[in-house]
């Protein structure tokens, strides 16, 4: 373990008070894995990274290779085998609103609660009073595009109204941090695109940092400050590769030459899987 080089961060882009300022998340070194039937497993294997308040930071590797493992890690719902993820200063993490989740699933919804009622829940559950949770509920939806939707149930929603219900509870509890397993992978392509504007509109507008899971080049691009590129499983990073406003252009040569070292990363991750294979 440990044996990989630690990439250069990137962290040129990030503003000089966000750096004079501790990372609000820092993964030193992090393993972890699961063990099945006797035989222990390890999925990430050596994981070493930062963000900083008010960043965009994209998970990107092959299918498998323990992205939705790490940020569940973060998330608080597994716990590292070793190495370790400090939070805001703290290293016990438990699940808590100031990590808030955002699913793949579009089925993350309660049917039986209106749009409202499901972004306004989780504020309530922490709290606030119920005349204060539907105004923020009301002011998230808003942001999402969604006040024309607040007396609807999630079966008279379309999928991608469903997963911009879900950033809008998610954002309604105002976290520190935003994780995002993969939410638009399920979507047509059109939809995919319009959330990704839109998502990016809304970091933007509220300055949440966010953590973002993907197996899509052009959609780290799009969304990412920087992009921490693993390799496959069991995982370390590969190198973490820093995203400008020019880079997120397709029509410029940044944005060919980002592309380019971010597909090259891949292909390198996919040869290594090939020699392991047939040794």
Request: aromatic letters at 6%; proline letters at 5%.
């Amino acid at each position: 373990m440990n044996q990989h080089t630690i990439p250069d961060q990137g962290l040129d882009h990030v503003a000089d008070t966000a750096r004079d300022r501790p990372p609000l998340l820092h993964a030193k070194h992090v393993q972890i894995g699961y063990e099945t039937d006797g035989t222990w497993t390890t999925a990430v294997e050596d994981a070493s990274f930062e963000i900083h308040t008010g960043e965009t930071i994209i998970l990107l590797g092959p299918s498998g290779c323990g992205k939705s493992t790490l940020l569940k890690a973060i998330a608080g719902f597994i716990e590292p085998s070793g190495g370790r993820i400090e939070f805001d200063g703290r290293t016990e993490l438990t699940p808590g609103p100031d990590r808030a989740v955002v699913f793949q699933e579009f089925d993350q919804l309660f049917p039986w609660r209106t749009v409202l009622d499901n972004v306004a829940y989780p504020l309530r559950r922490n709290g606030r009073a119920k005349r204060i949770a539907d105004a923020t509920a009301r002011r998230f939806l808003d942001m999402a595009g969604l006040s024309q939707a607040i007396g609807k149930y999630p079966h008279q929603l379309s999928g991608g109204m469903k997963q911009r219900v879900a950033i809008a509870r998610a954002l309604a509890l105002e976290p520190d941090m935003l994780l995002m397993d993969e939410p638009f992978g399920a979507l047509d392509a059109l939809t995919r695109a319009r959330l990704q504007r839109e998502l990016n509109q809304i970091a933007r507008a509220t300055r949440v940092t966010i953590l973002f899971v993907t197996h899509s080049i052009e959609e780290a691009i799009i969304l990412g400050d920087r992009v921490v590129v693993l390799a496959n499983a069991p995982s370390y990073v590969r190198d973490v590769v820093a995203v400008s406003d020019e880079t997120k252009r397709p029509d410029t040569q940044a944005y060919l030459q980002v592309r380019s070292r971010l597909h090259a990363l891949l292909s390198e991750t996919e040869e290594e899987t090939n020699e392991a294979f047939f040794d």
